[in-house]
């Protein structure tokens, strides 16, 4: 009779996989447990990456990604236009990578996604590889059914259900582009990007919950759809509530599922044909379509997830990102699939019904590695230890951030706290553009040290220069750039908009060097880098990227307002949040009527992640002689920082009011 050791058994459980640096405070590097599991633990890995990076991503590309026929050339590269290509010439589907490959393996049979509903009433749906295979299945043959062809574009405005990825991976199957669209993002919002990218069918859902309500999104699809190219819109029933139904332009999700057949090959892509699009937002009022191609996105997806999470086939991951922003593409749907890993996707809000959701569900799903954002981190945090303590987190063995810097207060709580001081934190630095974490460190290799996201992945180069284009010292702070060769899921161009994608990256240090509008600087001789936040006009509210031209945009809508900037301001939980200084037309007076309307504005534009925490009303604007406003003075007052030479400025004098409004002290 075979008897087995229970400590065999959950032999993870509560494993001390990080040990403190003997002589630096709060520093930790992997112990011989995490060395001994993890994926990539030699550090040598970076030195073979760096003598030549194009035939390390070379055999990565082999080693990973199930190719329908081989590139004939690896790396292609032109400075001057700029244009950069990965696996030139080679065929595959990312769609058959991220499940029919599974399929000959035990994998067909393990859960690929736990999905957890937000009412406490309703049962979990766990899918296997083969239940979404089939899914995703039928789906691309709906698709198919309603004309969406290789090349086309498909809009998907969707909650975190079980639909949204299977509508992903549908679209790629045939070839179609997805473009996502946060669900929060308002109707009009979901309008722009449709009409830019011209969908041709929209894929959403009468509604989901959040916070225990159900909210009507079928209504903002609408709004968004008019005046655009879709043709049709298909509804998930999620909530079952009765939702406006235009008769043969809406159709519902389980009645094409129905009839669909369950079998659709997949499309044959070119390593350079476009994957998705995604929008984010710039220094324009305009977001931008952020173009991803299939075959360096799907190398660099896979390789990452398995350096970053150190995925195993016996770890259920959580990432909470929605799937409407890069994190959920890369790291809620291609790279964890392609990887065959277990995902945990939760529908609704943190704190419903207690603010201990979250602990509750890494318990009773077990979860081993944890995926989340500072914002996340901080506002947990605030409400003590008790919660979590209530819930056995042993499970967890890798902890990670994304999305903004992490400060070292949150990094300590969440290392404590939630990791027990047992796992170690890899703080992930990327951008939608880079498709996938470019800098963090190996979590078999080390070190992890608060607020510092670590060193370059293998086979990447990033420097920090000085605005003159010096390389900086230790300490000394610069731009963050990236060198040739560029990481393959580096953005391609921007869809329809091919001067915007030279003038944002390529206009800084000219067309060899990316630019990424991120600050830094070198942190120890390692070459370990702490980022200090964006040096452009965008945001990250709770994590969330929005630029300051969008909301001013906005505002200036209304009929009150005669002028108005939008600048950060640091926020205890939310990372940063937009303060928006305001002219008010004569005759109109700042009232809180006014604060409501203005907020209603903000909402039906963008979407209330980018309400301003604050209005704050002045006569006149900081401005350059040539009209442009000075918003680095605004970021200064509202900091309470000095603001510096202001003596070119057309009208220096308004500083000065602005201080009194702002209730500014003088250093003393
Ligand atoms: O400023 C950096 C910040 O987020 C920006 C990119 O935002 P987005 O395109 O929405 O992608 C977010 C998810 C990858 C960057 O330019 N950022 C992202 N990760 C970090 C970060 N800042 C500091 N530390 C990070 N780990």
Redesign the pocket.
């Known amino acids: 009779m075979g008897y087995c050791n229970m400590s065999d058994v959950m032999s993870d459980r509560g494993v001390q996989w990080v040990v403190a640096d003997p002589v630096e405070k709060n520093v930790f590097w992997p112990s011989e447990a995490l060395k001994k599991k993890a994926n990539v633990s030699d550090p040598k890995i970076y030195e073979i990456a760096s003598k030549d990076p194009v035939a390390f991503w070379d055999n990565l590309a082999k080693e990973g990604i199930t190719w329908f026929k081989p590139w004939t050339e690896t790396y292609s590269w032109n400075p001057s236009i700029p244009v950069y290509k990965w696996f030139v010439n080679g065929k595959l589907n990312i769609s058959y990578n991220a499940l029919d490959r599974h399929l000959d393996t035990w994998k067909r049979n393990k859960a690929a996604m736990i999905w957890v509903p937000e009412p406490l009433n309703e049962q979990c749906r766990v899918m296997t590889y083969y239940d979404l295979y089939r899914e995703v299945n039928k789906f691309a043959n709906v698709l198919k059914s309603l004309g969406v062809k290789k090349g086309d574009r498909v809009g998907i405005y969707l909650p975190m259900i079980p639909e949204v990825q299977i509508a992903m991976l549908a679209c790629t199957r045939i070839g179609a582009a997805h473009s996502v669209v946060f669900s929060a993002f308002s109707g009009e919002a979901l309008k722009t990007r449709l009409i830019d990218a011209e969908a041709k069918v929209l894929i959403t859902a009468d509604g989901y919950y959040y916070r225990g309500k159900g909210v009507n999104l079928k209504a903002n699809a609408d709004l968004g759809i008019e005046g655009t190219s879709v043709k049709n819109v298909i509804v998930v029933k999620r909530l079952g509530t009765n939702v406006n139904f235009v008769s043969g332009r809406d159709l519902w999700w389980n009645e094409l599922m129905e009839k669909a057949d369950a079998k659709c090959a997949p499309e044959e892509m070119d390593s350079e044909d476009l994957n998705f699009i995604l929008y984010?937002s710039g220094s324009t009022g305009k977001p931008k379509g952020v173009e991803h191609h299939v075959g360096g996105y799907a190398v660099q997806a896979y390789w990452t997830t398995k350096w970053a999470f150190d995925i195993h086939d016996e770890d259920i991951y959580w990432c909470t990102?929605d799937v409407g922003?890069?994190?959920g593409h890369t790291y809620n749907c291609y790279g964890p699939f392609m990887n065959g890993a277990t995902i945990v996707v939760y529908e609704g809000a943190v704190d419903y019904p207690a603010p201990d959701r979250w602990w509750k569900i890494i318990e009773e799903h077990g979860v081993t590695i944890f995926y989340t954002a500072p914002t996340a981190i901080r506002m947990l945090m605030k409400l003590g230890d008790e919660l979590p303590k209530k819930h056995d987190l042993t499970s967890l063995r890798l902890i990670a951030?994304?999305?903004?810097?992490?400060n070292e207060e949150a990094w300590l709580w969440y290392f404590r706290v939630i990791g027990g001081g047992r796992c170690p934190i890899i703080?992930?630095?990327?951008?939608?553009?880079?498709g996938g974490?470019l800098?963090?460190s190996l979590p078999g290799i080390g070190p992890y040290i608060p607020s510092v996201?670590g060193r370059p992945i293998p086979g990447i180069r990033f420097s920090i220069l000085t605005e003159e284009g010096k390389p900086t010292e230790i300490g000394e702070g610069g731009y963050l750039v990236q060198n040739s060769p560029f990481n393959p899921g580096l953005i391609r161009t921007i869809w329809k908009d091919p001067d915007k994608f030279k003038e944002t990256y390529w206009s800084v240090y000219g067309g060899n060097i990316y630019y990424?509008?991120?600050g830094g600087f070198v942190y120890d001789k390692l070459g370990d880098i702490r980022?200090t936040?964006?040096v452009d006009d965008?945001m990250?509210v709770a994590?969330?990227?929005v630029s300051t031209a969008e909301i001013e945009n906005a505002i200036t809508q209304h009929p009150a307002i005669v002028e108005c900037a939008v600048v950060a301001a640091p926020h205890e939980i939310k990372g940063e949040a937009p303060v928006a200084f305001i002219i008010l037309k004569s005759g109109y007076s700042y009232t809180p009527e006014l604060e409501a309307e203005l907020r209603k504005y903000i909402d039906k534009m963008i979407g209330p992640i980018a309400r301003p925490e604050k209005y704050v009303l002045i006569e006149d604007l900081p401005k350059t002689r040539s009209g442009k406003i000075m918003r680095r003075i605004l970021k200064s007052l509202i900091k309470n920082a000095p603001v510096g030479d202001i003596t070119t400025l057309q009208n220096p004098e308004s500083v000065q009011a602005i201080k009194e409004r702002v209730g500014y002290k003088e250093p003393a």
């Open positions: 984010t990102a922003w890069v994190t951030t994304v999305g903004e810097p992490i703080d992930t630095w990327w951008q939608t553009e880079t974490t800098i963090h996201a990424t509008s991120d980022l936040g964006r965008v990250k994590g969330h990227r």
